[in-house]
C-alpha cells in the first residue's frame, strides 16, 4: 500500500494561484524523485469548531485560507529517498513558498483503508 504526507497550511486568500503555481512547479520535482501523486486542496466549507479546527490548527489570520494537501508515494523507503533528495537538490532553492512555513502542519501516514469506487 502507498504511503502518504499530509500537510494543513494557511495561504493569503488573495495569494491562490501564487500557491497553485508553487504547487505544480514541486510536483515535477516529487514526480521525478519518486513520488506518484500530488493533491492540493483549496479551503471552501471549514467550518469554526467549538474546541478546535483547521483553521485554529495553523493559526489561519482572517485573510488566509486553509490549504489540505497529500503527496503520496509507492512506500515509506520511496518517500525517505524523495526527501533526501529534495535537501540536497539545489534547484529546491528555487522554490518559492507563498506562506507561512513555519505554521504548517504536516506528517507522513501509513494507510489502513484505501477503497474507491
Given at each position: 500500500?502507498?504511503?502518504?504526507d ?35 486542496c ?6 469554526d ?14 485573510d ?20 533526501r533528495k529534495m535537501?540536497?537538490?539545489?534547484r529546491?532553492?528555487d522554490m ?10 504536516f506528517?507522513?501516514?501509513r494507510?489502513?483503508?484505501d477503497?474507491?469506487?
Amino acid at each position: 500500500m502507498a504511503y502518504v504526507d499530509g500537510f494543513v497550511v494557511p495561504v493569503p486568500t488573495a495569494g491562490q494561484e501564487a500557491y497553485r503555481a508553487s504547487a505544480a512547479k514541486a510536483w515535477v520535482l516529487f514526480k521525478e524523485w519518486g513520488a506518484t501523486r500530488h493533491v492540493e486542496c483549496w479551503g471552501d466549507d471549514v467550518p469554526d469548531g467549538k474546541l478546535t479546527d483547521f483553521k485554529r490548527s495553523v493559526q489561519a489570520k482572517p485573510d488566509e485560507t486553509v490549504v489540505f494537501s497529500w503527496i503520496e508515494y509507492p512506500s515509506k523507503e520511496v518517500r525517505d529517498e524523495v526527501y533526501r533528495k529534495m535537501k540536497d537538490d539545489p534547484r529546491m532553492k528555487d522554490m518559492d513558498m507563498p506562506f507561512d512555513g513555519k505554521r504548517m502542519i504536516f506528517g507522513g501516514f501509513r494507510p489502513i483503508f484505501d477503497e474507491r469506487p
